[in-house]
């Protein structure tokens, strides 16, 4: 939750490349000028059952989510916010490996 209350989620706002922190909860990749990867921490270092959304805007560049080390999103090594058009991810930590909650 952010630091102003319990009630509301931080939302940071990028245009590059990024790693996600322990203070993240929305990360939306706004005007990128190129690919941008955002890096999931590690499992290890996230509570489990924490989510992370992340969007992206209808920049002509995709975002890929790229978790730590050998981790995995569903099984795959990546998953990707396709180009042009606006997309959104919510990964969850089971403490063993990232899963999608939803997509679109």
């Known amino acids: 939750m952010s630091g102003f209350d ?3 989620e931080t939302v940071r706002v990028v245009a590059a490349t990024t790693t ?7 990360l939306y990749v ?4 190129g690919a ?6 590690s499992v290890a270092s996230v509570q489990p059952g924490r989510p992370y959304s ?7 560049f995709a975002a890929t989510l790229t978790p730590f080390g050998s981790e995995t ?11 042009s058009a606006f997309h959104g991810v919510t ?3 089971t403490g063993t490996e990232w899963i999608v909650r939803s997509s679109y």
Request: aromatic share 2%; hydrophobic share 55%.
């Open 30 to 33: 706004k005007g990128a000028t």
């Open 54 to 60: 992340v969007i992206k805007d209808a920049a002509a």
């Open 73 to 83: 999103i569903n099984g795959a090594s990546t998953s990707v916010l396709a180009a």
């Open 6 to 8: 319990n009630a509301s």
């Open 36 to 41: 941008a990867v955002v890096n999931l921490p």
């Open 20 to 26: 996600l922190t322990n203070n993240d909860f929305v």
């Open 91 to 93: 990964v969850i930590n």
